[in-house]
């Protein structure tokens, strides 16, 4: 048998193995292939500037404190118009209150009542709000709205300084009631 | 033309009450019948359109349906009109519309995409250089988890298919296999999840988990054989076959691989599914098997008795529907319906069944099972089971009642 005759039966037994092999589940994702590796270094200025998200063990807080007293002002200024005061909601989303509603079948579900992490407040306010301004509060600002919003829903005082060292120590009322479906069991 | 005037307004008026259509030339319409030569043969056509779209004709099929937040034009959803569509594929405009703040109008070259966390390189890439690397095509559903919300009501809302059932939608997708770009970054030991960013204004952020990020995810950059669509996140997206949309996230700009997940808005306040008991059900990803009758369905009248075909969609996040049942007595009787080949894991399946309505009233109904044993439950199991709170994640039998008039309604039975 010659190396092309070795060569020929090789291909045909893979082509039968690919006949085979219709509809299996993604065989090509599987497959060892060379990539071409054009990716870029990124620098750790690079990195810093676009590395918004804050972990609920408070990896990736930056610098900054705020209380809610500093933040009732933020607030009024640059939430209100869509949360309502003191976070009562309208026309947006209520932030304030309904804790013990959760089993009724009107539950309310707030920053107070459900959020299971206080990080979380500061990582969404920070990206995402305001609404038709996003990324324009300092740290600062953010520190003392997220203050300010824990003190509304009774979690904290209205002098107690939140920072990146206390804010993942802000247990939220609602956090021991969330059942993690993955890994493991399905519905 | 030796067409009376009488007999000219005659059939125009019947043209237009079948076509729905008015403030028109009525003058084409007048010929079309035999023995009559219609209009359109006898000049030439329009000439060639750089960029086809459908026939003016068919104006009234859009996305249905648009809900945003108060004050916003892009924080909601719209949906796919299931009701006017066939077979399998979504066609791409159609595609529904998911969006947290609005569709950002990307540049492509200005596009970038951040790998960074715990690798041993972290990279950046450009769309030119993604559009280098080898590619998959996958035809796949996705379905926002908040898909047939309105069916945690207490009474049945007198809405179409697409209404309730919209925000799924089927496309061939193609794109980088997402386990490729994460070998070249060098993943850490202790990796275990992968927080992905949009570039839109929410910085729509998830917590993907590692073993789905090596398996079947991939960095969507084609749909239905183009480019992305603006509104399906263009230039770059994240897929993730048979998973709540949610995870597949837009507009894809950063991919910081992390030990835990980063518990962002959108997997604790949203997408988290309240129980009756208050307690709620968290990372939720494979969407439930589920299916729709789309032909009959809400909003269609049957005309009189005879022959009828059932067609509806078939899809689960768990694998490959083996199996859909379909009752048109209540579900006194169930018979096996017709799968249309080719039936594919975790994409929409089309299913048709030949049925003979005898002008009684009736309810008609669809039961979807997968290759791993699951099958959709009836609305009341399901409510019994999760509760009216949840949200998302509803994926119970939905049932259109069929009057002796022929009206076909969206019940609960």
Known sequence: MSTRDLAWGVMVLAALGCARATRVEAPDLATTVETPDLGKPATAAQIAGWDISVGPDGVGLPPGSGTATKGAAVYEQKCQACHGAKGVGQPNDRLVGGQGTLASTAPVRTIGSYWPYATTVFDYVRRSMPYIQPQSLTNDEVYAVTAYLLNLNGIIGENDEINARTLPKVKMPNQDNFIRMYPARGR | ?413
């Open chain 2, 1 to 413: 033309m030796g067409v009376s005037r009488r007999g000219f307004l005659k059939r125009t008026v019947a043209v237009l009450a079948a076509t729905g259509l008015t403030g028109r030339g009525t003058e084409e319409l007048a010929a079309a019948e035999p023995p009559d030569v219609p209009p359109w043969m006898k000049a030439p056509g329009a000439g060639f359109n750089a960029y086809g779209v459908p026939s003016r004709h068919e104006s009234k099929v859009t996305r249905t349906f648009g809900r945003s937040q108060p004050g916003t034009t892009g924080s909601g959803a719209i949906r796919t009109p299931l009701e006017a569509l066939e077979g399998a594929i979504t066609p791409s405009g159609l595609h529904f519309e998911r969006s947290h703040s609005g569709v950002p109008d990307i540049d492509p070259d200005a596009h970038r995409l951040l790998i960074h966390g715990m690798v041993k390189r972290p990279l950046i890439f450009t769309i030119e250089a993604l559009l280098r690397y080898p590619m998959v095509s996958r035809v796949h559903f996705l379905e926002c988890s908040g898909n047939s919300q309105l069916l945690y009501q207490p009474a049945p809302p007198s809405v179409t298919a697409g209404q309730t059932h919209g925000l799924v939608s089927g496309s061939d997708w193609t794109g980088v296999p997402l386990r490729r770009l994460l070998e070249e970054a060098g993943i850490d030991g202790g990796a275990e999840w992968i927080l992905a960013e949009g570039a839109d204004a929410a910085a729509m952020s998830r917590s993907i988990p590692m073993a789905k990020a090596m398996d079947d995810a991939f960095l969507a950059l084609f749909q239905n054989g183009e480019r992305l669509r603006p509104e399906n996140g263009y230039p770059l997206r994240l897929f993730l076959p048979g998973w709540e949309g949610n995870m597949s996230v837009k507009w894809l700009r950063r991919l910081k691989v992390v030990p835990a997940p980063i518990m962002t808005k959108d997997e604790t306040s949203r997408y988290t599914d309240l129980q009756r008991d208050g307690k709620s059900l968290m990372f939720t990803y494979p969407m439930e098997v589920k299916s729709v009758i789309t032909h009959p369905s809400h909003g269609m009248t049957l005309k009189g008795a005879g022959l009828y075909q059932i067609s509806g969609l078939a899809w689960s996040g768990n694998g490959t529907i083996k199996k859909v049942e379909i009752t048109t007595d209540g579900g006194k009787t169930w018979r096996t319906a017709a799968l249309t080949a080719p039936v594919l894991p975790r994409a929409l399946t089309r299913f048709r069944l030949p049925w003979r309505w005898d002008g009684g009233a009736t309810v008609l109904k669809s039961r979807a099972i997968d290759d791993a044993g699951n099958v959709q439950p009836e609305r009341e199991k399901f409510i019994a089971e999760h509760g009216t709170n949840a949200v998302f994640h509803y994926n119970a039998i939905a049932a259109w009642s069929v009057a002796p008039n022929g009206e076909v309604k969206h019940v609960y039975a």
